[in-house]
């Protein structure tokens, strides 16, 4: 809701104690006992440091004012030097020790997140909200100064502050009381003012997000090996450089606004420093000339008067800044948080097995995306027989993909029913339908893996002969019998530097053998020969039937001819099948298929001519 140009922040979920509750969950949870005791005891010695120091030129003094023999004196100064460096050993030592508690529970959060995208619901991938909480929670857990891990570093800076305020408000104990009011209130003005205008950046963020976008969008463009061709052969540098100056320009005007602002903070900071130091300094002096107050006691107070402040300030900029990593750290709660519409781990157990036979069904089914104006999908009535070889044809926009997604389970029907053996397919653990299908989808991925473990899509336990066979089957055993390491050739130069790459027809034909290996009672291709040439293609038909036998399969194709050896054709328009049956059968009934089919064979009987 808006009023004006101001919104309406949305209140975070979890507030900062329950953030603080949950992280101490996870490092419970994950055995992670050093972000506990080291982090404690870091923060004790850090504050400890600090007050040895505050006491060792007063004791010094002290000695001196009093007489003390010059035995004395030195060990003082050796005691003070024994304990200083004995802290800031212990404080270096438990620093580093820290980073390892710290970088584990980050280490375990980023395992939850990873796994929280790879395994969502398939419409979760489709959600807007979800893919800006995915993005956020990856950013909050991206580096070791990111909230997920910093969070730590700050409870640890608010301990120690809220040990030194204590050991210091000791100190302060037997001065005048209206000092220390005065040297907390200018702290918390201080502060309140401080963060008013630092918060520049912040309220101005989206701006400068804006320029940072633009630079980044500007170097890829002109560092980036796919843009070099266009670059120099369109002349684009002079567009290109100055697109460049342009951004500088107006980021750097960004940043010397917010320079000015912040320089006003300093200001601000500075007169608030000088009544504070002054006021103690007036009246330290005037007990010293007074009540003759001894100097050791003078620096001893005036130390703790000043850094008082500092504990102060340090208290309330330290809770301040884990305030805003608890709403980023609840954002990734959110997202590990985020409602599953499918069914895993609680649902019905559904077992594979090659030799049931298989019958899936949609019954009245529709579906529409997400902020669609009209079905993709409408009132469709389907039966997919086990066995058949099923093609799915039609123009773009047909709802081919969008058909075979229901019929796999990746998305459910906005209305109707999906049924698997005439029971409805949403009581199951999702995950054991998936294990039904095997498929090479237009989108698909390829590891930095060696060629058996993207076939085989594990590391460990492949079975070598069967990736041979599957390989064969999709015509790709001559290019890999010709790497230099065949099967275990690394696939990709991301990782590895001797890694090799694909064309797109090789992909293609890697995606088949990955699929055939699942060796799945369903066999889903969508246009899986889009990238190969005729021939090439023409080989993969000729083995359809010997790749798909005592399997039911569905084959999506925009070329017509491909569809031949399918027991059914369906041809899709507007989401609905407006014809159904053989290619001949099709072809004789002269409606949108036979048309769709001149005007392709048209275009390959010019092409051949030509």
């Not at 404690?40 to 007050?51: N, P």
């Not at 030592?93 to 395992?111: A, P, Q, T």
């Not at 889009?530 to 993969?540: Q, R, Y």
């Not at 038909?541 to 005592?550: D, I, L, R, V």
Request: charged share 25%; glycine share 8%.
């Amino acid at each position: 809701m808006e009023t004006g140009t101001n919104k309406t922040k949305q209140k975070p979920k979890y507030d900062l104690w329950q953030i603080t509750a949950y992280m101490l969950g996870v490092a419970w949870r994950g055995r992670h006992w050093t972000v506990f005791t080291v982090g404690l005891s870091l923060a004790l010695v850090t504050a400890g440091r600090t007050i040895a120091e505050l006491l060792f030129a007063p004791a010094v003094l002290r000695v001196l004012e009093q007489g003390m023999a010059l035995g004395r004196l030195l060990a003082v100064i050796g005691g003070f030097s024994v304990l200083l460096v004995a802290l800031t050993f212990l404080q270096s030592y438990l620093s580093e020790l820290n980073l390892f508690g710290k970088m584990n529970v980050r280490v375990d959060i980023l395992d939850l997140s990873a796994r929280k995208r790879a395994g969502t619901s398939y419409p979760n991938l489709l959600d807007k909200r979800f893919l800006d909480l995915s993005a956020k929670a990856d950013r909050a857990g991206s580096t070791n100064n990111e909230s997920v891990e910093a969070f730590w570093v700050s409870w640890g800076e608010i301990l120690t502050n809220l040990f030194g305020f204590g050991a210091y408000l000791l100190l302060l104990s037997g001065l005048n009381a209206w000092l220390c009011l005065l040297v907390c209130a200018t702290s918390v003005v201080s502060y309140l003012a401080s963060r008013r205008i630092n918060e520049w950046g912040y309220r101005h963020r989206e701006e400068e997000a804006g320029y940072v976008k633009r630079l980044a969008y500007v170097q890829k463009v002109a560092t980036d090996r796919q843009y070099g061709k266009d670059i120099r052969i369109f002349g684009l540098r002079e567009w290109v450089e100055e697109l460049w100056e342009s951004t500088m320009r107006l980021y750097h005007g960004f940043l010397l606004r917010r320079e000015t602002a912040y320089l006003w903070a300093n200001v601000i900071d500075l007169a608030l420093l000088l009544m504070r130091n002054g006021a103690a300094y007036a009246y330290l002096i005037w007990l010293t000339l007074e009540q003759g107050l001894p100097v050791s006691q003078f620096l001893l107070y005036f130390g703790a008067a000043t850094g008082f402040a500092q504990w102060v300030s340090g208290i309330l900029e330290k809770f301040a800044k884990l305030h805003k990593q608890c709403l980023d750290i609840s954002t990734v709660r959110e997202f590990l948080e985020y409602p599953e519409p499918f069914r895993f781990e609680d649902g019905l157990p559904l077992e594979k097995r090659l030799d049931t036979p298989y019958e899936l069904r949609l019954e009245g089914v529709s579906y529409r995306y997400p902020g669609a104006e009209k079905d993709t999908i409408h009132k469709l009535d389907l039966t997919v027989r086990p066995g058949e070889n099923l093609a799915i044809v039609g123009l773009n926009g047909a709802g081919k993909t969008t058909l075979v997604k229901l019929l796999c389970g990746f998305l459910d029907p906005t209305e109707g029913r999906v049924l698997l053996n005439g029971q409805d397919i949403r009581p199951y653990n999702r995950r054991d339908y998936y294990k039904l299908f095997a498929a090479v989808f237009q989108d698909f991925s390829v590891l930095s893996a060696t060629v058996a473990e993207n076939v085989a899509q594990c590391r460990t336990g492949i079975d070598e002969a069967r990736v041979w066979h599957c390989l064969d089957e999709a015509g790709l055993t001559e290019k890999v019998q010709s790497l230099p390491k065949q099967l275990k050739t690394q696939i990709g130069r991301e990782v590895y530097e001797d890694g090799i790459e694909l064309s797109g027809g090789q992909t293609q034909r890697l995606m088949l053998a990955r699929a055939l290996y699942k060796d799945a009672p369903v066999l889903v291709l969508d246009e899986p020969t889009a990238a190969l040439d005729p021939i090439a293609e023409n080989d993969i038909y000729q083995k359809y039937n010997e790749m798909t036998a005592g399997k039911t399969s569905l084959f999506i194709s925009h070329r017509l001819a491909s569809t031949r050896f399918c027991d059914r054709i369906l041809y899709l328009k507007d989401g609905r099948v407006a014809e159904e049956g053989t290619h001949e059968e099709l072809l004789k009934r002269g409606g949108g298929y036979a048309d769709l089919f001149e005007v392709q064979s048209q275009y390959y009987r010019e092409e051949n001519e030509a």
